[in-house]
């Protein structure tokens, strides 16, 4: 009211500026803004308004880069009219920033402005609006100190109310046509009465004289009285008639509120792929069809659709009556009003009232529901469908309040409880200290304290817990008889600290018992369903995959409906170098006559999207309905970028993105879709071409099976890759190549040779990682030799899938053995232990509650921070029990000599200083922003969102070790490595045993017992190696005082693999890890130094270590691990087997 009236804001919404509170503010600031407006537009509400606003002020609309776009300014200037520069980026021209900036000179009596070079005559008329698309965009510093920034983001409040009118106008068009009269009723009306106040005070103003003398003024003040009272007596009749609408009106708002609920869940869908961008556009479109799906109103068409075949039928008098048409069409033409007939009749509605209307909008919340997830479910990615399923379930049973928000943030962050007491003995091999201080946390739920003490019937009933949690399904199974009747939703908690394996299952199975089957099963994709709900404005955007193709289903449909290459009706453009104005003109044409356009690959023309975006911009403005654009991009990704950083990056623009119906039809990925693909890719043909058929047919379904094989292993994260290897067809069908040339040149097979050409060239030119080029071929010693034509085993760890004989099969035979032969999948047949598995379910549940915690900041999901204030006690707890900083200065005064063991020592002091400073920095300056000492920055807001989702904050792990752990486990590993360091350096010798996992950099101090052995033995240390000796100690009182030579350590885990503990001093060796058990913990290590000469490999393995489960670039050194006489290494390279430094689950 201060900075607008009611008139004014009764002229905007007649404008179209949206009616609700968020969107009059922004209009009232823009309005009143001294400096000129930039406007965050994603749903581009506010640019409709400024467009129909600024029209009377001969509104010119510009782009940055636009060839006149300094004339258009120049012009504007001088005779005062407004500009709008409508989607920029993140960017000003420098041209503009004088009139950004705002900064005008004076020459004489005018005021002038520079712009380029000239000076222009400045009109104080003259108004300058931008506008962005982009959602969340970053501009310069000087951008924002000189413009008023605007957020025009639709709010969900907002949004419920356009889609409730929305609603309302597709079940009730009457009253939302009344609706709309009233409301244009009452803007007139306060238009009205401020048109009439002002004329009075003008006339009273201007009145001369004694007022009562002035008869005309009087009758002028009665006769808008008059009016005033006739307006307002009006406008009382039309708000009570309102009134009533509203009443009406509000039963279908639960409709509303659901078709909001699920955009701001689309819109928050972009924090977890740069992919997931939608309009708000499209999404009204998708609402508009969903509620005609189930529309109660009947257009009668039928019968004036049948009405001329019914005269025709007999041929003569047809044309007869077709010569008579004068009389009848001009009875027709002067009678509109039948013509509007059939419009009322379509309009005729059937009131519901009672339970008829609350079941009739209970049906249209679920259609909305399945309309939206469906439009929204065929363009995730396959990994991401349970994810947004169970998100949808999660935001939905919390509205409705289902579930509690605070037991929502217990099931997603999984807190520990800071003061558990130790594990009891009789649990201990079931959870671990961790998963107890989580359980503590939970059973202060009320669901579990209904049930009684969580921890303590665990430790009384510890062989029913034992249980379920050994069986294969926990899921499925009944808990101990006191927590039984737990709901599925308290249920998960359970699975989420105790079983993260079984969570994708259990999800499965409670999305299906709140939303149905159809929000799991997914039906294949249908090209022609989904061109049913295109247009002209809307392309088409195809996810490419390796193995799924959309070319064919695109021209497959273009023929269908009479688009061919031959006509002209369809053009496919594969884009790259060159192709950029024959896609332009393709587009223009197409638009104008009606083509089809296809344009593949345009992820590999990064700098000419923009130029698509305004060319679609363009035709969407011509295009005739027949008129389609299809296009098609791989995913982001970049090399050396984890996957999960790979997958935020902007390939394609926003724009394109929110106005395209995405289609991620992903290839099935298990093993045997993988073969049965990888042999569809050679022909008959191409067998026929070889001089050895027979080895030609072996050696390629080896091939395939490799290539299956080398797909389906990356699913298991870094136990099976430590990256994301791009392995495509294009690998397997120039190897197929490279192998029909080689057995045509040779007289025998040259074994050896393939392995090296398909291994390190053709597949081993993407990996970069030697450990995993180890595992590649690794694969190939297994598969490429001599025994494939003997019937040998083609799966490494199975023997249930054989090699066929090749002299006996043809094409189709093999066809049909993979069909009818191939086994169930498992982990065997990669090689893997079955913990594998456990360890894929473990991160794939882990990864759907990260990207629930990720995604819970808006819409009504659970979880998330916001409030620093709430990271208080926290901040408290962990300043309380920070170590404090080493005294570098004391310690260097009482040391003696300079060993390579006291370096080590020294340096990782230094480091730790360097964290722990780092830590009580942070946590004090935020503490001062909590108390409102310091202004609070984006690091402060960042470190308090990690403390309230216990996680450890960016700057913390900048200066630490590589780690997985949350920040509870973190800090209380941080701990220990205090405490070992305060203890080795008030020592300043050697601790009985080191736990080596506790250093920044254990390399460094593997290199010290390389270093000592060198000095000792006066050799290089070039040419010193690390070898090690598994002891059958787990405890350091068990371990003689010193070692015969080197040095104990401890602290390793074992993953891919278990240990097997020798009897007296021999050694043991490593062998099959136990079910469920991931990363069993070694015994305490000798690890001494030899020269390289003197080592010996046999019955070792090269066993690396990696100091996390990421490994990759954790990679520390390999060692020496033995194995059991009768072993061999090709089967522990396949497993995957490796030390770890940490646990991450510990």
Same mark, same amino acid.
């Given at each position: 009211s201060i900075l607008a009236t009611d008139a004014q804001m009764a002229s905007w919404n007649t404008q179209g500026l949206p009616s609700d509170r968020i969107s009059g503010e922004n209009g009232a600031i823009m309005t009143n803004s001294e400096r000129w407006c930039l406007i965050i537009d994603?749903?581009?509400?506010?640019?409709?308004?400024?467009?129909?606003? &600024?029209?009377?002020?001969?509104?010119?609309?510009?782009?940055?880069?636009?060839?006149?776009? !300094?004339?258009?300014?120049?012009? $504007?200037?001088?005779?005062?009219?407004s500009v709008l520069i409508e989607n920029m980026g993140e960017g000003i021209d420098a041209v503009l920033q004088p009139v950004i900036a705002r900064n005008t000179l004076r020459r004489g009596s005018k005021k002038m402005i520079k712009l380029g070079d000239k000076e222009i005559n400045y009109s104080p008329n003259f108004r300058l609006f931008m506008q962005t698309k982009l959602s969340n965009p970053h501009y310069p510093p000087e951008i924002q100190a000189e413009c008023t920034l605007i957020n025009f983001t639709v709010t969900e409040a907002g949004l419920e109310d356009q889609l409730l009118f929305?609603?309302?106008?597709? @079940? +009730?068009?009457?009253?939302?046509?009344?609706? $709309?009269?009233?409301?244009?009723?009452?803007? &007139?009306?306060?238009?009205?009465?401020?048109?009439? =106040?002002? !004329?009075?005070?003008?006339?009273?103003?201007?009145? @001369?004289?004694?007022?009562?003398?002035?008869?005309?003024?009087?009758?002028?003040? @009665?006769?808008?009285?008059?009016? $005033?009272?006739?307006?307002?007596?009006?406008?009382?009749?039309?708000?009570?008639?309102?009134?009533?609408?509203? &009443?009406?009106?509000?039963?279908?708002?639960?409709?509303?509120? +659901?078709?909001?609920?699920?955009?701001?869940?689309?819109?928050?869908?972009?924090?977890?792929? *740069?992919?997931?961008?939608? *309009?708000?556009?499209?999404?009204?479109?998708?609402?508009?069809?969903?509620?005609? *799906?189930?529309?109660?109103?009947?257009?009668?068409?039928?019968?004036?659709e049948e009405a001329p075949p019914a005269e025709g039928e007999e041929g003569a008098p047809a044309e007869e009556e077709a010569a008579e048409p004068d009389e009848d069409d001009d009875e027709e033409e002067e009678a509109p009003p039948e013509e509007a007939e059939p419009e009322e009749e379509e309009e005729e509605i059937i009131e519901l009232t009672g339970k008829e209307l609350t079941q009739r909008v209970v049906k249209l919340s679920e259609t909305i529901t399945m309309f939206g997830f469906n439009y929204t479910r065929r363009g995730l990615f396959d990994t991401h469908k349970l994810t947004v399923a169970s998100l949808l379930m999660f935001r939905l049973l919390q509205r409705q309040g289902k579930i509690d928000k605070d037991e929502m943030r217990m099931l997603v962050m999984a807190p520990v409880d800071p003061n558990a007491p130790p594990v009891p003995e009789n649990v201990r091999d079931m959870v671990s200290d961790m998963m107890w201080s989580q359980l503590r946390s939970v059973e202060?739920?009320?669901?579990?304290?209904?049930?009684?003490?969580?921890?303590?019937?665990?430790e009384s009933d510890s062989l029913g817990w034992k249980r379920w949690y050994a069986a294969e399904k926990?899921?499925?199974?009944?808990?101990?008889?006191?927590? +039984?009747?737990?709901? *599925?939703?308290? %249920?998960?908690?359970?699975? +989420?600290?105790?079983?993260?394996d079984r969570l994708g299952s259990a999800l499965t199975e409670f999305v299906h018992q709140e939303l149905g089957t159809d929000y799991i099963d997914q039906p294949p994709f249908d090209m022609e369903e989904t061109y049913a709900e295109s247009s002209n404005f809307s392309p088409f955007f195809f996810v490419l995959f390796p193995g799924s193709d959309p070319t064919p289903m695109i021209e497959g449909l273009a023929k269908k409906l009479g688009k061919t290459s031959a006509n002209g009706g369809f053009v496919n453009i594969s884009m790259g170098q060159g192709q950029e104005d024959v896609a332009i003109t393709a587009l223009k044409t197409g638009a104008e006559v009606g083509n089809w356009v296809y344009l593949a690959n345009i992820h590999l023309m990064q700098a000419w999207l923009k130029d698509l975006e305004r060319c679609l911009e363009i035709v969407d403005e011509t295009s005739v309905p027949e008129f389609r654009v299809f296009l098609s991009s791989e995913p982001p990704s970049a090399s050396g970028v984890a996957p999960e950083v790979a997958c935020m990056l902007e390939t394609i623009p =926003?724009?394109?993105?929110?106005?395209?119906?995405?289609? $991620?039809? @992903?290839?099935?990925?298990?093993?045997?879709?993988?073969? %049965?693909?990888?042999?569809?890719?050679?022909?008959?043909?191409?067998?026929?071409?070889?001089?050895?058929?027979?080895?030609?047919?072996a050696c390629l379904f080896a091939l395939c099976f490799f290539h299956a094989l080398v797909l389906g292993r990356r699913r298991f994260g870094p136990q099976g890759y430590s990256r994301n290897y791009p392995f495509n067809d294009g690998d397997l069908t120039i190897s197929g190549s490279v192998l029909k040339n080689y057995l045509n040149a040779y007289e025998n097979v040259p074994w050896p040779d393939l392995r090296y050409m398909f291994g390190d060239i053709m597949y081993g030119g993407h990996i970069t990682d030697p450990w995993d080029r180890r595992c590649t071929n690794a694969y190939l010693q297994h598969l490429i030799?001599?025994?494939?034509?003997?019937?040998?085993n083609l799966a490494p760890g199975s023997s249930v899938f054989k090699s066929p004989d090749a002299s006996k099969l043809g094409y189709a035979q093999y066809q049909k053995y993979i069909e009818e032969k191939f086994p169930g999948e498992a982990p065997q047949m990669f090689g893997l232990h079955s913990n594998a598995e456990i360890g894929y379910l473990t991160n794939q549940g882990n990864s759907i509650f990260g990207a629930v915690a990720k995604l819970s900041g808006g819409g009504g999901g659970g979880g998330g921070g916001g409030d620093i204030g709430a990271s208080a006690a926290m901040i408290t707890n962990l300043l309380a029990t920070l170590p404090l900083e080493l005294d570098m200065f004391e310690i260097r005064g009482r040391i003696d000599g300079l060993t390579p063991y006291v370096i080590v020592s020294l340096q990782e002091s230094e480091r730790m200083n360097v964290l722990l400073a780092e830590i009580k920095r942070s946590l004090l300056e935020l503490e001062l922003g909590i108390s409102g000492a310091l202004n609070v920055t984006d690091m402060m807001e960042a470190l308090a969102d990690d403390l309230q989702t216990n996680k450890v904050n960016a700057g913390w792990e900048k200066r630490a070790y590589p780690s997985l752990k949350p920040l509870s486990n973190w800090f209380a590993d941080l701990i220990l490595r205090v405490g070992q360091l305060k203890e080795w350096t008030d020592a300043l010798s050697l601790l009985k045993s080191l736990w080596v996992a506790g250093f920044f950099n254990p390399m460094s101090f593997l290199t010290a017992v390389m270093q000592v052995n060198a000095r000792a033995t006066m050799q290089p240390l070039d040419f010193q190696v690390v070898r090690i000796f598994v002891t059958n100690a787990r405890e350091t009182k068990d371990l003689p005082d010193v070692p015969a030579q080197g040095v104990y350590i401890h602290g390793f885990y074992m993953e891919g693999a278990g240990w097997e503990e020798g009897k007296g001093d021999e050694e043991g060796y490593i062998t099959d890890s136990k079910i469920k058990d991931l990363h069993p913990e070694m015994p305490i290590i000798n690890a001494f130094a030899i020269l390289d000469s003197e080592m010996s490999w046999e019955n070792m393995y090269n066993c690396p270590i990696f100091v996390t489960a990421v490994r990759g670039a954790t990679f520390v050194l390999a060692v020496n691990v033995r194995m059991d006489a009768d072993d061999f290494e090709l089967r522990w390279i396949l497993a995957g087997a490796a030390f770890l430094l940490s646990d991450d689950s510990a």
């Open positions: 994603p749903q581009m509400q506010g640019i409709v308004w400024i467009r129909k606003k &600024e029209e009377d002020n001969k509104l010119q609309i510009t782009r940055m880069g636009q060839k006149k776009m !300094l004339q258009i300014f120049e012009l $504007s200037i001088d005779h005062g009219a929305l609603v309302v106008v597709l @079940e +009730r068009p009457d009253l939302a046509r009344t609706k $709309s009269q009233l409301i244009q009723q009452q803007n &007139e009306f306060k238009v009205k009465l401020a048109e009439l =106040e002002a !004329l009075l005070l003008e006339k009273l103003a201007n009145a @001369e004289g004694d007022i009562l003398d002035d008869a005309d003024l009087i009758i002028g003040l @009665e006769d808008a009285k008059k009016t $005033s009272d006739d307006v307002k007596e009006k406008a009382v009749i039309a708000q009570e008639t309102q009134a009533r609408i509203d &009443e009406t009106m509000e039963f279908y708002r639960p409709a509303g509120s +659901r078709g909001a609920l699920f955009f701001f869940l689309m819109m928050d869908l972009a924090k977890c792929h *740069s992919f997931y961008k939608f *309009s708000l556009d499209s999404f009204v479109v998708v609402v508009t069809r969903a509620i005609n *799906s189930i529309s109660l109103r009947k257009p009668k068409e039928v019968p004036v202060n739920v009320e669901a579990f304290k209904k049930c009684g003490s969580l921890t303590s019937n665990m926990a899921e499925a199974e009944d808990l101990p008889r006191s927590f +039984r009747d737990l709901s *599925s939703f308290h %249920r998960l908690m359970l699975l +989420r600290i105790m079983r993260p =926003e724009p394109i993105l929110q106005k395209c119906i995405k289609v $991620s039809d @992903e290839a099935p990925q298990d093993l045997k879709s993988n073969l %049965r693909r990888a042999f569809s890719k050679f022909s008959p043909d191409l067998i026929d071409e070889c001089a050895k058929p027979k080895e030609f047919k030799v001599p025994d494939l034509l003997a019937n040998m």
